[in-house]
């Protein structure tokens, strides 16, 4: 684990950190289920990534986005998180509104687009049926995301997109879920001085359905670009 009080970039040798790197392998073995299903996407869509997803962003980031883990068609498409599916082009349109990319987002990982000040990863990092992963499957992803996490040395921000990104950002410093309720637009401030907002996550069904509009998405980012200027 990350401990409550260590900054990001401070790994010591016994965190679970320092056991895992900050990606998994594209072809992680770790989740019999999620492998099964990447190896039929493979087989119908040999064409695909079909793999773990890397991390995007600049390694100087100050704000982390956490997102559930890769879409079918999307990420696990193309091999850069939320690149080629609706929640992508919210969140991308979003982050160049706020000055955290450069470039034109094309829905594909050779676009050209760059991330300033930011990068985008993902609670679990293979595609998992229906987009549900298991318990299991997160808590085997979480040393991937506490190594993420740890290898930023001027994190500051961490934006959890759902609430499967928020409570694995909690377990990966092991504080409690009730001194840190999920909430659309909420602020925590985090005991290791890291401050984590909270959004709906940007997919499809959730504006479709009213539950995230665009402009309560930017709300969030207004809020963030705002704490990060201070």
């Known amino acids: 684990m990350i401990s409550k009080t260590q900054k990001p970039g ?8 320092s056991s895992r790197p900050a990606e998994a392998p594209a072809d992680c073995q770790l989740c019999p289920r999620l492998v099964a299903f990447r190896a039929d996407s493979a087989a119908d869509n040999p064409d695909w990534f079909n793999g773990a997803v890397p991390s995007f962003g600049s390694v100087n980031a100050k704000l982390l986005v956490v997102g559930l883990a890769p879409g079918l068609k999307g990420a696990n498409c193309t091999g850069r998180p939320f690149t080629g599916d609706y929640a992508g082009d919210l969140l991308y349109a ?17 676009d050209g687009l760059t991330l300033k000040d930011c990068m985008i990863t993902n609670a679990v990092r293979c595609v998992p049926p229906q987009n549900k992963p298991t318990p299991a499957e997160i808590k085997t992803c979480r040393g991937f995301f506490q190594a993420r996490i740890a290898a930023l040395p001027k994190l500051r921000v ?6 499967i990104a928020h409570d694995q950002t909690l377990a990966a410093f092991e504080l409690r879920k009730a001194d840190y309720p999920f909430a659309h637009g909420a602020e925590h401030n985090l005991s290791n001085g890291l ?8 997919s499809r069904y959730n504006t479709n359905t009213g539950r995230l509009t665009g402009d309560m998405f930017r709300s ?11």
């Open 10 to 17: 401070d790994v010591r040798s016994t965190d679970t950190a």
């Open 94 to 110: 979003t982050l160049a509104e706020f000055k955290f990319s450069t470039g034109t987002y094309a829905k594909m990982a050779n």
């Open 158 to 163: 961490l934006l959890a997109l759902g609430r």
């Open 195 to 202: 401050v984590m907002f909270d959004s709906y996550h940007c």
């Open 220 to 230: 969030v980012f207004a809020d963030i670009r705002s704490h990060l200027d201070q």
